[in-house]
């Protein structure tokens, strides 16, 4: 296939896009580097430096590469920020997303695989959630990836545009070429590695007064690697129909907690913590049920183990202590 990847450069498009050019496919990567890293696009992908507001410069990147199918990942993903600025997530999230679609009806390009999450589903009842669970999003970032599930049904309706929606929390983990390397970074386990490298001082751990049981939020962690296998085989099944896929890591999931307990015994070093206020919009537990995928797509996850992530995690951070910034320029 010929596959056009937005957000391409960022921590999770580049994994999904390594694995697609090791499977063969041409891969085209669609960033415009607020977030991702140029260094970390697969050498044999072709890049493109643009915006999804760019409609002109999609349309041609559809047209001089012959598209035939879209991962869709490029976003803004920021649970916080998006209780702060709202503004933000409509307009990376559903705005620019909607121009994608449009692009892609303008091309003749009817087949996209889009990078949602389980933050559509808000605070369930019950866990872990499956696809049937109503979705009641509790902040703007799961409110505008469930708006944009919902535009690309219409355009199924409308233009037979074929999806697949994958739902997930927390990815995580590293492969040997690609880990994660954000500013600011936010995500616990590459925070309590930075801590262990002697780049902070502590972990902040946003409530420790959740009703779970050890007080801090329970959560899915998905090898890095294992979802972008989820990806794609979804491209692969879109022939099929639409659908929407939950990606968890099985079992009770991980408290904050249990996460920096682990990374304590995977790197040997203490991680000192502090207790911070609540974030807005943060639910006590969230846990995906992934039994939909592996019945259907007969996707099995390889790393579900925390340690087995954090390990790999750890080991691109030690060989890469700077992230890409140490890596020649392209």
């Known amino acids: 296939m010929r596959v056009l990847v937005t957000g391409g450069a960022g921590y999770i498009g580049s994994v999904v896009t390594e694995g697609l050019v090791n499977d063969g496919h041409h891969v085209v990567v669609y960033d415009n580097l607020s977030k991702g890293h140029r ?17 002109s410069t999609l349309r041609n990147t559809f047209r001089k590469h012959q598209i035939d199918s879209v991962i869709h990942m490029a976003a803004s993903s920021l649970v916080g920020e998006s ?22 009806i303008e091309s003749n390009v009817k087949r996209i695989v889009f990078s949602s999450t389980a933050a559509t589903y808000g605070n369930p009842e019950t866990q872990p959630i499956d696809e049937s669970a109503p979705n009641q999003p509790t902040n703007p970032y799961g409110e505008t990836k469930l708006a944009f599930e919902r535009a690309m049904r219409w355009y199924d309706e409308a233009f037979e545009l074929r999806y697949v929606a994958l739902r997930y929390f927390n990815a995580a983990g590293a492969t040997e070429k690609c880990g994660e390397d954000h500013d600011p970074e936010t995500h616990v386990i590459p925070i309590a590695l930075q801590v262990a490298a002697g780049e902070r001082q502590h972990v902040d751990i946003f409530g420790d007064d959740y009703p779970t049981p050890d007080g801090t939020c329970i959560r899915d962690y998905i090898h890095v690697v294992d979802l972008a296998q989820a990806h794609i085989l979804a491209i692969g099944s879109l022939d099929n129909g639409s659908r929407i896929y939950n990606l968890g890591c099985g ?63 750890w080991r691109w951070k030690q060989a890469n202590p700077n992230g890409y910034r140490d890596w020649p320029q392209i």
């Open 39 to 55: 260094k970390s696009v697969h050498a044999d992908a072709e890049f493109v430096e643009a915006d999804l507001h760019d409609a």
């Open 83 to 104: 209780c702060t600025n709202p503004a933000k997530y409509y307009d990376n999230n559903v705005v620019a997303g909607l121009k994608l679609l449009d692009a892609m």
């Open 251 to 313: 079992g009770d999931g991980y408290s904050v907690k249990q996460v920096i307990d682990t990374v304590r015994e995977v790197t040997g070093r203490e991680i000192l913590t502090k207790i911070a206020p609540r974030r807005a919009g943060d639910p006590p537990t969230l846990i995906a049920s992934s039994d939909r995928i592996k019945r259907e797509l007969n996707w099995q996850p390889k790393y579900q183990d925390l340690g087995v992530i954090v390990k790999s995690a």
